[in-house]
């Protein structure tokens, strides 16, 4: 149903509070600033007003006689999906803000109401509403059209069109990305592309922070900086990656390793933009965009307590799904091409590409280690072949001979789950390269295209651990 707006060429916002004070108060700062307000002092007014208008922003209070605004955030959905919900709590109903932005809320704000914070919020929607609407007719493009290449990242399937459509989209604002991905998957080039495809942002500063690489207080020390004599080892001042990153963007990759008392320091940078060094009391002020990343499920760590919350959705702004190599077979044969070529001129030899067999091989790998291993098998090829065409033979022995095939019907002929049947060949996979290195996870992980963590996981997971350390003392 056509809902007209009240000011056609401006934002409409519409406030809904019981506390006149309140709703005066707020409503005055929002008219100085430009926008066009109108109040309601209860859900059922809003509604009735939501109904008849089209709203550009929802503010309200969550305690309120009758229907509080959790339900009228529900009902808002139902009758405008778009329109964004801002909800204004005090202290004690935090909790229920939270839970209220898992229904569609996009941002809380807690009372008494800072007048730029508010601003700054409606400020954020409006920048990506107008993004949205000036990339409508690039979206509608790009979804004729296929690339092979968006900047350092390459793939033509489906899956990587709708990534590259999405980072077009966020670049030019300044939200928040959380990127999931398994590893090896290309995380990494995702967070630069978003930060490159802003020509205004380019030059600004891009700093990449491994967190799982890092223990709790050299990560704190890393990313906040210290003062000298902050802890044992702190023999200088040292200024921290938030404030290199100012003006610029932050991409901390692995952000499940953050310590609660980590995830906490994180949300008041989100929040507020301010931090402390270790070891000193003095607030630095900091404008940075963080892109963080994960292999792990957030949510799963959440129901675990070892993940705040609240730091998800303020995290979660904007999620990017990267897919596992094995669901995107189609980019196999030009990422192989893509490294040929790299590997090639860096080792000064001419391989103009593979066999046919060869790329049967590569497209039948589960590839475990995604694009990373990918990479590595191809550049090991490229280092071994005597010919300018790369063979089977090139490979490493478990490449050659598949079992995905043979591990989908068990012993007695019984159907195994994928999952089952994905993983059986991985756990082959991973004991023939530990074999061909002796043991050593080092060398296994470099092999593999995977960090040597992810490889301890896998190998607790399929039981490997006890096989593996007789061979492994002394290696790593």
Not at 82 to 91: A, E, K, N, R, Y
């Amino acid at each position: 149903m056509f809902r007209p707006k009240v000011d056609s060429n401006g934002t409409h916002i519409l406030v809904v509070d019981d506390e006149p004070l309140v709703m005066r108060s707020l409503s005055e700062v929002l008219t100085l600033s430009g926008y066009t307000v109108s109040t309601a002092s209860n859900s059922e007014d809003a509604l009735e007003l939501l109904k008849k208008y089209t709203m550009d922003v929802v503010i309200t209070d969550i305690k309120m006689p009758k229907m509080d605004g959790v339900h009228l955030l529900k009902n808002v959905k139902i009758i405008s999906p778009d329109t964004p919900v801002i909800l204004m709590t005090g202290f004690g109903s935090i909790e229920n803000a939270v839970e209220a932005m898992k229904n569609g809320a996009y941002d809380y704000i807690t009372k008494p109401i800072v007048d730029s914070e508010v601003k700054i919020i409606i400020e954020r929607i409006m920048q990506q509403r107008r993004l949205i609407d000036e990339n409508i007719k690039l979206k509608e493009e790009l979804s004729l059209t296929h690339k092979e290449r968006f900047h350092d990242i390459v793939g033509k399937s489906l899956k990587m069109q709708k990534i590259y459509t999405l980072v077009e989209a966020i670049a030019t604002t300044r939200a928040t990305v959380l990127i999931h991905g398994e590893s090896g998957t290309g995380k990494h080039l995702i967070a630069h592309a978003i930060h490159k495809y802003n020509e205004k942002e380019r030059n600004k500063p891009f700093v990449e922070v491994s967190c799982g690489a890092l223990s709790e207080t050299l990560l704190e020390s890393e990313l906040f900086g210290h003062v000298k004599g902050a802890y044992t080892g702190a023999i200088k001042d040292r200024i921290g990656r938030f404030e290199l990153a100012d003006g610029g963007s932050i991409f901390l990759d692995e952000i499940d390793a953050f310590s609660p008392a980590l995830q906490v320091k994180l949300l008041r940078v989100l929040q507020e933009g301010e931090l402390e060094k270790v070891g000193d009391t003095n607030t630095i002020k900091v404008d940075v965009r963080v892109i963080a990343a994960t292999n792990h499920n957030l949510e799963e760590l959440i129901a675990q307590g070892k993940f705040r919350q609240d730091l998800y959705y303020r995290l979660n702004i904007i999620s990017i799904e990267v897919p596992p190599l094995r669901d995107r077979r189609e980019d196999i044969e030009i990422l192989a091409d893509e490294f040929i070529k790299k590997h090639s001129k860096h080792l000064g030899k001419k391989i103009d590409g593979f066999s046919r067999a060869a790329l049967a091989v590569l497209s039948n790998c589960p590839w475990p280690g995604n694009v990373r291993e990918l990479e590595n098998v191809i550049e090991r090829a490229v280092i071994l072949s005597k010919q300018t065409i790369i063979s089977p033979d090139d490979f490493p022995e478990y490449l050659q001979k598949p079992k995905l095939a043979a591990s989908v019907s068990g012993d007695n002929g019984d159907r195994l789950k994928l999952k089952q049947a994905l993983a059986n060949p991985e756990k082959d996979i991973i004991v023939n390269v530990l074999a061909s290195v002796g043991g050593s996870r080092n060398e296994a992980a470099k092999i593999l295209g995977i960090n040597r963590t992810t490889l301890y996981k896998k190998m607790c997971k399929f039981g490997l651990l006890e096989a593996n350390k007789a061979t492994d003392r002394g290696r790593n």
